[in-house]
């Protein structure tokens, strides 16, 4: 079992910036692969930027430039730094992790899921 918690969410005005977090436990010694997804009111689920296990990363068109992945295993946390915030990316955050489907952004190939961290950005 694997429990993911995020942090860092909040409400900023167009060209800020947020930081997400997402502290990771119970991983087995088996690494997973990672990745932020998020979800708008009335939009289905879409993978936002995931990161492999031997750290390459992957992001969608909409946000590659502004947004990056990392992850830090020696705490256990994956982050998402978000610049230069546009209205476009309010949602509902999410990290998520999967053992089979590394380098994937399909949402249903993930098999845990955080309770999510919502992220607003006003114009």
């Known amino acids: 079992q694997v429990l993911l918690v995020e942090s860092g969410g909040g409400s900023v005005q167009a060209g800020g910036s947020l930081r997400l977090s997402c502290a990771v436990s119970?991983?087995?010694?088996?690494?997973?692969?990672m990745g932020w997804f998020r979800q708008a009111p009335g939009k289905e689920r879409e993978g936002v930027a995931i990161?492999?296990?031997?750290?390459?990363?992957s992001y969608a068109d909409s946000v590659k430039g502004r947004f990056t992945i990392s992850q830090d295993n020696a705490k256990n946390t994956l982050q998402l730094q978000m610049n230069s915030l546009k209205p476009e990316d309010t949602a509902m955050y999410y990290c998520a992790a999967t053992r089979y489907y590394c380098g994937s952004k399909v949402p249903s190939r993930y098999n845990y899921w955080g309770q999510g961290t919502q992220v607003t950005v006003s114009s």
């Open positions: 990161i492999d296990t031997d750290g390459s990363t």
């Open positions: 119970g991983y087995t010694y088996r690494r997973y692969c």
